[in-house]
């Protein structure tokens, strides 16, 4: 399953010193075929990203969208620890390079773990090298390497999209409410269609925007979050549009998976907004409401408070007129016309008390609509913040 | 002490029949003088803002600033209950003007409690009408009115500011993590300094810019947020700038009595950030930092996890160099130059440990600065709002 069930892809996890107790910490992906892989990727919009960020920026501006393989490591984010930190990020790929007989330039990187917490990773260099050796193509290499890049995920998070004539496979750790990490977001996708860097860049970033970036699951934006795709060929050319709904299926499902394995969650929802005078506007409601820490305790006590959605919709800053707003909670409309709606109030309360739910407001202004993926928020997620040691 | 406290002013609070089982649920505010008081309010910016608000903001717009008295009510929010919510709202401001022989345009209504709860507003006019008549000056007067607006809140919040030759006096209900309701905010203020009502409005809103609108609770604005205020001129004029300072205090002391009793909250942070390109950038960052439900957690832990407000930082949408910046909690610097800095874990500890605690944050690039005054999230919070039943 996973990154390797791909064409032209190998890959290898486990313990290279950064976790303690031989924990799984470092993941490879590599790409088998002669030539590199077509790469592209999407990074965190923090102006404090991480060192392997910067690195990983760098190495796909130099090398023009080409990749020999994708390091990932768990355990220290490598995030506000300067130049060393930097160095400590090229050493890494310097050894991955060395050991897949490619230019360090040529080996991305991502990172997450604890933030501000200097680590020599130039010392864990031989180890990764010598993980790097190990890589393999079966189901246990895909899996050992899904393990590895976990933080608090309770369960790995892995895709396998099988297409007419390509594949594409993935694996991710999860957003948010990861204790005692900031909301770091990794994957790394694999396909064998064969697809220019220019292009890959295009359609990645156009699955990334309705799959990942709309999740909400505690609003902080990491140091570190990064989306990688590699591509060997193998298959050979693709229609373009037929390889973007195929990233765009496999990032929902990964994010879908994220927000279901969010810490402390014990409930996933589907806020979505329509009749917003633009999809712009009702991204921005959605997310208002998908935010709201008051409607995040509602949910997790399955509570139909609808006035907490009201009130976060007047607040969101988009066009509003309260007595055009209905809302609904799964296919009962519990206001319309801004006020209280009669309803089955049993039908409504059997719908919240579902792991998954859906939360629709309609502005009745226009026809703008958009999704916001979220969860609700529970002791779990206290319990895991509150203290990093 | 509080709002009678100020010459030319009498209050009441009791039960009018909106909560049950005889709770305090209605105060009453009046000014005494023979020609009514000179009046300004707040309110709140959200645009599903409830019927109490769209009436009182109409009564000041008509009268010109003027006011014989202001109405509280807890329990109910009058919100998202259309034609019928803004008639209850009229209903009782005519019970009042009736009570103290003035037009209903002079009376000002505030109101909060759950949203989106039709209630029978003309039905309690009666007893708001009777409450009106027991209104009066001693000290217990002014606590039971003070008593009367709370919904979930601790204690009562009040102030009295005596300056050289007038009085402040004000009451409040707290900001947020009010479960179940919504984070209203509500502020009754006095004065007898003499002060027209287009100098009133704007010494108010530059009272209330540093003091209401920079506490951070939860994020969510209220459909209900109302600050009044009104000066019976019985102590003749002012210089504007002292009766300025002397609301601005009001106010301050009244916004930190919110957060030090916001449900939930068991320690107060006081985030700055300095070195912003201008004031206004400045208060974006803390409120990004003050916001953030992972800082809350860290708060709440005591856990000095300044990768977390770094990240905050970077993420908030300011110019922002990482290598500028420079963290400290309370007097100690944890995190210089973008990186980990030596210093005392002890000293960190202890201050970290108290009930006030102080996050200073130096982006390094200007002139620009903030505060944000917020709570830390504790599971207080979640037992508060998972459930309005």
């Known amino acids: 399953m996973s990154v390797v069930a791909v064409d ?50 760098a190495h796909l501006a130099a090398t023009g969208g080409r990749a020999r393989a ?53 010392g864990v260099a031989p180890a990764v090298a010598a993980l790097c050796a190990t890589a393999g193509t079966t189901d246990a290499h895909g899996a050992a390497a899904a393990r590895a ?18 594949r594409v496979g993935a694996m991710a750790k999860g957003a948010a409410m ?6 770091t977001m990794l994957a790394v996708l694999t396909t064998d269609a064969a697809c220019g860097p220019g292009l890959l860049g295009e359609l990645l970033r156009d699955a990334v925007a309705p799959t990942f970036n709309r999740v909400h699951v505690d609003g902080s934006t990491s140091t570190n979050d990064t989306v990688c795709l590699l591509a060997s060929g193998l298959a050979g050319p693709v229609v373009p549009e037929r390889l973007g709904e195929a990233l765009t299926e496999a990032c929902a499902s990964l994010a879908r998976q994220m927000v279901d394995d969010a810490e402390g969650a014990t409930r996933t929802a589907t806020v979505t907004v329509s009749g917003a005078t633009s999809d712009h506007q009702a991204h921005i409601a959605a997310r208002a409401v998908a935010g709201s820490l008051l409607v995040k305790c509602s949910l997790h006590g399955a509570d139909p408070y609808w006035g907490r959605v009201v009130a976060e919709l007047g607040a969101a800053g988009v066009d509003f007129a309260l007595d ?58 206290l319990d895991e913040n509150r203290s990093t040691s």
């Open 324 to 381: 055009r707003v209905t809302v609904r909670y799964g296919n009962t409309v519990v206001c319309s016309g801004g006020e209280p709606a009669p309803h089955d109030a049993a039908a409504v309360a059997a719908h919240l008390a579902r792991r998954q739910v859906e939360l629709d407001c309609d502005l009745g202004l226009g026809g703008g609509r958009a999704s916001v993926l979220c969860c609700d928020l529970g002791p779990g997620y």
């Open 8 to 57: 032209g892809f190998a890959a290898a996890g486990g313990h290279v010193g950064i976790k303690g107790a031989g924990q799984p910490d470092c993941a490879v992906v590599a790409c088998t075929t002669p030539a590199p892989a077509s790469a592209a990727a999407v990074f965190t919009t923090n102006l404090a990203a991480a060192a392997p960020v910067t690195v990983a920026r």
């Open 149 to 166: 890049i976990l933080t608090t995920d309770a369960v790995p998070k892995t895709h396998l999209g099988v297409h007419e004539g390509f």
């Open 178 to 183: 990861l204790a005692p990490n900031l909301a």
């Open 70 to 122: 994708v390091l990932v490591t768990s355990g220290n984010a490598n995030a506000a620890t300067g130049a060393g930190g930097v160095a400590g990020a090229e050493a890494l790929c310097a050894a991955v390079g060395a050991a897949c007989a490619s230019s360090p330039t040529e080996v991305l990187l991502a990172q997450t773990g604890l933030i501000g917490v200097p680590f020599d990773f130039a």
